[in-house]
């Protein structure tokens, strides 16, 4: 038999490849992966003109654009004329896009300013009352609207319903007309940078549909739940995708294999992104299946997980040591442990497994004093602290001001939820175009109370606007005659100290201005000292004969 010489000097560091099958140490050197160049569809950041001035209702037309807003009070028409030939007793009249956006206006207001039922903020001379929504549109009004609202026709909506229980019904139908275009906006006006997140969103409701979710560990216990794609840096949501429950089909890989891969698309995004995600998602399957399409990934994994490693060599254990670390390659995914106040586990195909970094905890020395010391941690598990909050960042801008009011209608509830997506969107395109341009943006709360102003039609100052349509001629009625059939000009008596007789005035502001060839007074500047009896005419307005 052949005779094995054994070397009598000292071992020598192991390369990585002489522990296949186990896990190394953090001594143990680690090759860095091959990164997918990034390469994103379009530039990253807002997809408009940089430099323009957008007002917040602009940006937030740009989800809710007129031809959606138009399908919705389309729909919401048909709603209230069938309800009211099924017998529903009330008022009716027909909706339109800029009264659907004044109540779009009044659902941001009542985010902003709180109060315990809706019927409170039109209540008069109390304690609780608040002038602004009266000047907007009337309780009834407000109330019908919420009645009837509705995205889809009702027609196909009956012809849906037929189809309970197969392959063809849809059960994002009284949804689906908003949800697809609120969806196209948002891929639409912003390219995303390379790091994002993908994790669930609750929108709380109790409604009874076969969609709605319980999850004891999350905050909102009961609601529906969204699988979002959001921008790890600014929470920018670009794309969801709602959970309707058990599908006809089975899949493949399972559920968490199937959103990701629905959620993460090349063809609005591009290339080179790096996606970030928690251990629903986390499968060696998964991030292998992303790598071929030039994505990379990192999560925490279970390790019951198919494919993850685990009975290996050199595992840590309950004695390890605070900052231990552990980790085995596997062609493109690392699979890394960590001890700190417990086991981490987490896996990478961007990363290597340690790259000397530390962090800092407090630890008992030897005289069991608490001490900081800095300890060794993974590249992984500090790249996934960092950019592992995309969507929980997007949850707290929305979370802070949500236009949610109390519904038993489900498609209601996710339509508010478009709402406040739509809201908190524009308000980072508002920060992206600020920092673009070198100026300080305005405050979230700030940026919310101009928006809702905005759609309301109504000043900063609290009076209603009125278009420059209304400021029209017409002859005095008879009713207000004064003297031979004429009443004294406002502007001439105010402005120019002399008394001019006309037979004409505003029909909008109820104000007598000459309207002569010399002398035409609907064409001069009128101020709130000109018109102190008139609080509906703006600073800055100027009548124009039409």
Known sequence: PAVVLRSRSPL??????????????????????????????????????????????????LFFAADTVKTICDNTNRYAAKNQANGKKYKWAELDTEELYRFFGLLIYMSLVQLPSVQDYWR??????????????????????MWNLHPSNPEEDVKNDKKKR?????????????????????????QLKRELAVDERMVPTKAKTGMTQYMKDKPTKWGIKLFVLAESSSGYTVNFSLHTGKTHTASEHGLSYDMVMKLIQPSYLGTG??????????????????????????????????????????ALTKKSGRGSVRWIREGPVVFVKWMDTREVSVCSTIHPAFSGETVQRRVKNEVKRWIVKDIPCPTPVMAY?????????????????SAQRKTYRWYKTMLMHLVDIATANAYILHQELCKAKGVKPMTHKDF???????????????????????????????????RNGRLQCRHCLRVNKVRKDTQWKCEGCDV???LLIDRNCFTKPLSQTTLKSIDEVDDDTTLTLL
């Open 12 to 61: 020598t560091e192991a390369a990585p490849e002489t522990r296949a099958g186990q896990w190394n140490t953090e001594e143990d050197a680690d090759a860095a992966p091959v990164v997918s160049r990034f390469q994103p569809r379009r530039t990253p950041g807002p997809q408009m003109d940089l430099m323009s001035n957008h007002s917040p209702s602009e940006l937030f037309l």
């Open 124 to 145: 008069q001379n109390h304690f609780l009352s608040v002038p602004t929504p009266a000047k907007v549109m009337t309780r009834d009004r407000f109330r019908t609207i």
């Open 166 to 190: 197969t392959p063809g019904y849809d059960k994002l139908s009284r949804l689906r007309p908003v949800y697809d275009d609120i969806l196209n906006a948002c891929q639409a006006y912003y």
């Open 273 to 314: 992104y790096h996606i970030y995600m928690d251990n629903f998602y986390t499968s060696p399957t998964l991030f292998k299946d992303l790598a071929s399409k030039m994505f990379g990934a990192c999560g925490t994994y279970r390790e019951s997980r198919k494919g993850c490693p685990k009975g290996r060599p050199s």
């Open 385 to 401: 602290n960092k950019y592992m909050g995309g969507v929980d960042l997007s949850d707290q801008l929305i979370q802070y001001y």
């Open 448 to 482: 919310n109370v101009e928006m809702a102003s905005q759609l309301c039609s109504v000043d900063m100052a609290g009076v209603p606007r009125r278009k420059a349509a209304e400021h029209i001629p017409v002859p005095i009625s008879a009713q207000q005659i004064a």
């Open 512 to 514: 007598p201005l000459c």
